[in-house]
Structure formats: C-alpha cells, structure tokens
C-alpha cells in the first residue's frame, strides 16, 4: 500500500497535477493521511490488495468526524488513486505495474450529498470578537486573519501562498487563481504586520508561508484551515461559520460602510464576471 501511494503521488507530480501537495497530505504524509490509518489499523502498511471498502469507509468516518466538508475531496483522491492502480495493472504499453488491485473499492464509498450553501455573514461585533481571539502564533489563525486583514480574498489565495508571493515591493502577487489568471493586489496595512509575522516564524528562502507542524515543506491543508475555524467557533459560541463565509462577510460590510463596489470586484478577481459576486458574496442592506 505504501509503495502504490508513493508511486500515484509521483505519478501525479511528474503530469504536472497543482493539487498534488493536498493529495500526499491527504494520502501519505499528514497527521490523518491514509497510510498513517491503515498502518495504526493494521499495525503495518498493508499489501495494497488488503486495503477494502470497510478499511477506506473507517478513514473517512474518522475524518468526517473532524472535518464534514473535506470528506468531498478525500472520496475523489482514494476513487482516482484506485482507478489509477486497475489501470496500471492492465496497461498494454509496457508501463503496467500490479499493486493486486483489480476492482475500486473506493467507489462503493457514497458520494457527499448536496446541500444548500452556506449564507453565513458574521456581523461586524462576531467580526471583532473573532479578530481579538485569533491568536497569531498558529498558522491557520495567522491565515485567516490575513483573509480578513486582506479584505476577503479566497481561503487558498491566502493558505497556499508561496514565500516569494509576497514581494518586497508591498505587494501580493497570485501566478493563478480560481479563473487561471494572475491577481497582483497592494498588501494592506492591517495585513502587513501579520505577513511580517509569518516570514518570521517561516525563515526560509522558498517554499509555502504557511507550514503545517508535522512537515515545514508542506502548506497548512484548507482541511486545517476548516478545522480551525470549527474549533474558534466552538469556543466562541457563534452561529456556524467557515472561512469562505468570510469573504461574503468582508465584501458585505465594505459595501456597507460605502466602498465602491467595482473596485472590490475588481480585488475579488471578479472583474470578468461581476454577477457572481453579487449572487454569492454580497448580502448588504
């Protein structure tokens, strides 16, 4: 099993996949990857062909339990890692491998079942309360608080920035977002400190700004961003909330307090389609 997820995350490396630093935490190298699971479970990696739906179907209870949104992701990566081993079982280019898989078993696992979205905006006091209980000696506090120092911007242009995003020149520069272009936007005042304070506690030259605890190589996962966030509001007592609500929640109370709402699209990256912001992430008076 060890050897048939190291050898998908390669293979998904060398095809270019961006999401591959999410998928090996997921798969192989985070706190509540499967590999760990199975390990614990097994008290070894077990032969691949062990694995079985009721194996898979544990890990994602007990990553359900944790985190109920992510387990969306969790269910693609395990379908699309099985799928890649059948096929590589039955290659007849001369590239076949045989990990014993024959069947996935990670497709019996039910899909998530749709549910209206989130309409959540926190109010400027749940704002200023959650602002004065972030504590920026956590990463995923420091991430989101740069969301709201950032004026909304999307959990993963924030989580999953590179160390050399943040230029010298003041400001942040985003090779590609959500729509595939770049985004360059001014880093705000209130942001600069917090930037300030994470290229402290992350010296390196290179790499993500916003390292998990377990490996310095590798960005905090949106699961522990989410995670985080559950846990604030358990201990504030708020209404539930997740980090995407903050982006409704900045665009809503800027618009309130007079800002010109073409520019925000424009900081939003909804510039080229300014109507998705108004369905979706504005709810002012």
């Known amino acids: 099993a060890a050897r048939f997820l190291h050898d998908y995350i390669n293979a998904k490396r060398a095809k270019g996949t961006k999401s591959v630093p999410q998928i ?8 509540y990857a499967l590999l760990q699971f199975l390990i614990e479970r097994y008290g070894r990696a077990p032969m691949a062909s062990a694995v079985t739906a009721g194996d898979l179907q544990a890990w994602m209870a007990s990553n359900h339990a944790r985190s109920p949104k992510y387990c969306g992701h969790l269910r693609s990566y395990v379908v699309t890692a099985w799928d890649w081993a059948v096929s590589s079982r039955y290659d007849y280019r001369g590239h076949a491998i045989d990990y014993g898989i024959t069947e996935n ?9 749709r549910v209206a979205a989130l309409d959540r905006v926190l109010s400027e006091d749940e704002l200023r309360t959650l602002w004065r209980t972030l504590d920026l000696a956590h990463p995923t506090h420091r991430v989101l608080a740069l969301i709201i120092a950032m004026g909304g911007l999307r959990v993963g242009e924030i989580a999953l920035t590179q160390i050399d995003d943040w230029r010298d020149d003041g400001w942040l520069h985003l090779n590609k977002t959500k729509n595939q272009r770049p985004h360059s936007l001014p880093v705000t005042d209130t942001a600069k400190p917090i930037v300030a304070i994470s290229q402290r506690l992350n010296p390196r030259e290179a790499g993500p700004l916003f390292v998990g605890r377990e490996d310095a190589t590798m960005p905090v996962g949106l699961a522990a961003v989410g995670r985080a966030a559950t846990r604030l509001n358990d201990r504030l007592g708020f209404p539930h909330w997740t980090p995407r609500d903050l982006r409704r929640t900045l665009k809503t109370h800027l618009v309130e307090r007079g800002a010109d709402e073409r520019w925000l699209e424009i900081w939003h990256n909804h510039g080229q389609t300014a109507g998705v ?8 008076e």
């Open 24 to 31: 090996e935490n997921a798969l192989v190298t985070g706190r």
């Open 277 to 284: 912001a108004r369905r979706h992430y504005t709810r002012a």
């Open 105 to 113: 078993v990670a497709s019996l696992l039910p899909t998530a079942p």
